[in-house]
């Protein structure tokens, strides 16, 4: 019964790296609207979190955007061979940005970015068939980043700084498919850490061989994530000494993969910009998930992960119709780092197809409205967890995935 308390974990790890069962791009309107490229798309303040080196070239004073999204999601699982379906109960995630640069002269510019890549809910209905892996789990993070922009040359510039990361994580599953207290309530643990912090960086560096053609990359660095005396909570346990479970604390780490992102622009006319960006994060890093138990009598335990470096390619185009709104959409294909075996619902994650678009509605020149739209779609998979064990023998959870998300967005843009 004890090994069960460490698959409860995996849960923390899929919340922090995944946001509740997929994890997309939403940091910032406009680059969203272009499929999310921007490594090398010079337009407003959004450059702090994809390519500080560009906020360099930004022609005004001080640049500011910030905004919003809504992510509605929906995850269905079912088991044919059993006739079993389920399907998600999560509430609408809301995750923002804000963005702000300041040229302090002509070749450097300071800035500040606060935005949340991972923070969503899901909730899978009470005992369902998986209840036993997980039954919901909540996660709020907050990234806040110092930047500075610097010119080298007309046209090459350098930028970065550091990341902070605080955040907070619950995550709720059944101790295993049976367990139950005298009043048939099924036996749970809740697994709650608040306070978790880290620190990171990023170094990105932007060229401009011509007037029209621009080319960018990024690097994000490794995070580990370290939560440190967290609480588990059981609840619902059977008054038996084959459940000897009690309330405890826990430490485990967990690292957030690096990543790259190297991308173009391309002004076709005027009005016409064409954008591509190619994503590496560095998953492999994450190959298992240790834990440390405060309770003696709970052995620490390393679970196995084994992801793999994963690849996101995107394409965008934006359109300048007028003095008054401007255009745009866009594509990517994103592949999922879980590998076969390893499918748990917490983090149902396979391979997904983007497709946004949006608009700028300039009220004035210094002032912009931007709104975009996402259409998420993952690749339908039948797959499996292999790891999880009861009664000491091996309990395949096993089932087909599907997975889909609608994500609109405002924000806005001034500049001074």
Same mark, same amino acid.
């Given at each position: 019964?004890?090994?069960?308390?460490?698959?409860?974990?995996?849960?923390?790890?899929? *919340?922090?790296?995944?946001?509740?069962?997929?994890?997309?791009?939403?940091?910032?309107?406009?680059?969203?609207?272009?499929?999310?490229?921007?490594?090398?798309?010079?337009?407003?303040?959004?450059?702090?979190?994809?390519?500080?080196?560009?906020?360099?070239?930004?022609? %005004?004073?001080?640049?500011?955007?910030?905004?919003?999204?809504?992510?509605?999601?929906?995850?269905?699982?079912?088991?044919?061979?059993?006739?079993?379906?389920?399907?998600? %109960?999560?509430?609408?995630?809301?995750?923002?940005? *804000?963005?702000?640069?300041?040229?302090?002269?002509?070749?450097?510019?300071?800035?500040?970015?606060?935005?949340?890549?991972?923070?969503?809910?899901?909730?899978?209905?009470?005992?369902?068939?998986?209840?036993?892996?997980?039954?919901?789990?909540?996660?709020?993070?907050?990234?806040?980043?110092?930047?500075?922009?610097?010119?080298?040359?007309?046209?090459?510039?350098?930028?970065?700084? &550091?990341?902070?990361?605080?955040?907070?994580?619950?995550?709720?599953?059944?101790?295993?498919?049976?367990?139950?207290?005298?009043?048939?309530?099924?036996?749970?643990?809740?697994?709650?850490?608040?306070?978790?912090?880290?620190?990171?960086?990023?170094?990105?560096?932007?060229?401009?061989?011509?007037?029209?053609?621009?080319?960018? *990359?990024?690097?994000?660095?490794?995070?580990?994530?370290?939560?440190?005396?967290?609480?588990?909570?059981?609840?619902?346990?059977?008054?038996?000494?084959? *459940?000897?479970?009690?309330?405890?604390?826990?430490?485990?780490?967990? &690292?957030?993969?690096?990543?790259?992102?190297?991308?173009?622009?391309?002004?076709?006319?005027?009005?016409?910009?064409?954008?591509?960006?190619?994503?590496?994060?560095?998953?492999?890093?994450?190959?298992?998930?240790?834990?440390?138990?405060?309770?003696?009598?709970?052995?620490?335990?390393?679970?196995?992960?084994?992801?793999?470096?994963?690849?996101?390619?995107?394409?965008?185009?934006?359109?300048?119709?007028?003095?008054?709104?401007?255009?745009?959409?866009?594509?990517?294909?994103?592949?999922?780092?879980?590998?076969?075996?390893?499918?748990?619902?917490?983090?149902?994650?396979?391979?997904?197809?983007?497709?946004?678009?949006?608009?700028?509605?300039?009220?004035?020149?210094?002032?912009?409205?931007?709104?975009?739209?996402?259409?998420?779609?993952?690749?339908?998979? %039948?797959?499996?967890?292999?790891?999880?064990?009861?009664?000491?023998?091996?309990?395949?959870?096993?089932?087909?995935?599907?997975?889909?998300?609608?994500?609109?967005?405002?924000?806005?843009?001034?500049?001074?």
């Amino acid at each position: 019964m004890k090994k069960l308390v460490f698959l409860t974990l995996f849960g923390l790890a899929a *919340a922090m790296t995944y946001a509740g069962g997929y994890r997309v791009g939403l940091q910032g309107q406009r680059r969203l609207a272009m499929g999310h490229t921007g490594v090398a798309v010079v337009d407003n303040a959004e450059l702090a979190f994809f390519n500080p080196a560009g906020l360099v070239y930004l022609e %005004d004073n001080i640049n500011v955007a910030f905004g919003a999204s809504a992510v509605f999601s929906d995850v269905v699982w079912q088991n044919d061979e059993f006739g079993q379906m389920s399907r998600t %109960d999560s509430s609408i995630g809301t995750p923002f940005y *804000a963005y702000i640069s300041y040229r302090a002269t002509d070749w450097l510019t300071l800035g500040l970015a606060a935005y949340t890549p991972y923070g969503s809910s899901v909730e899978w209905p009470t005992d369902w068939s998986g209840s036993h892996l997980v039954n919901d789990i909540d996660l709020q993070a907050i990234y806040v980043q110092a930047l500075a922009s610097v010119k080298i040359s007309e046209k090459f510039s350098v930028g970065g700084g &550091p990341i902070y990361v605080n955040g907070s994580v619950n995550f709720n599953r059944n101790l295993n498919r049976t367990l139950s207290d005298i009043d048939g309530n099924r036996a749970n643990v809740t697994v709650d850490a608040s306070g978790v912090h880290a620190w990171g960086w990023s170094l990105g560096a932007m060229y401009n061989p011509t007037d029209k053609l621009r080319i960018g *990359a990024n690097y994000r660095s490794e995070i580990i994530v370290e939560a440190e005396e967290g609480d588990a909570d059981f609840s619902n346990i059977p008054n038996s000494p084959l *459940a000897p479970f009690n309330d405890t604390r826990f430490d485990a780490s967990l &690292p957030l993969p690096a990543e790259l992102s190297i991308g173009a622009s391309y002004e076709l006319t005027e009005q016409w910009l064409l954008a591509f960006d190619y994503n590496r994060a560095f998953w492999d890093v994450y190959q298992s998930l240790d834990i440390d138990f405060e309770d003696p009598t709970i052995p620490d335990s390393e679970n196995p992960r084994n992801y793999k470096d994963a690849n996101t390619y995107r394409f965008g185009v934006q359109y300048i119709a007028n003095d008054m709104f401007t255009l745009r959409a866009g594509y990517y294909f994103d592949e999922s780092p879980v590998q076969s075996g390893y499918f748990a619902p917490e983090t149902p994650r396979n391979d997904a197809h983007g497709f946004t678009a949006g608009l700028s509605v300039n009220i004035t020149d210094k002032l912009s409205i931007d709104a975009s739209f996402l259409y998420n779609r993952f690749k339908e998979v %039948d797959e499996s967890y292999n790891y999880y064990m009861e009664n000491g023998e091996n309990v395949p959870f096993e089932g087909t995935y599907k997975t889909v998300a609608f994500v609109p967005g405002l924000g806005v843009t001034f500049k001074i």
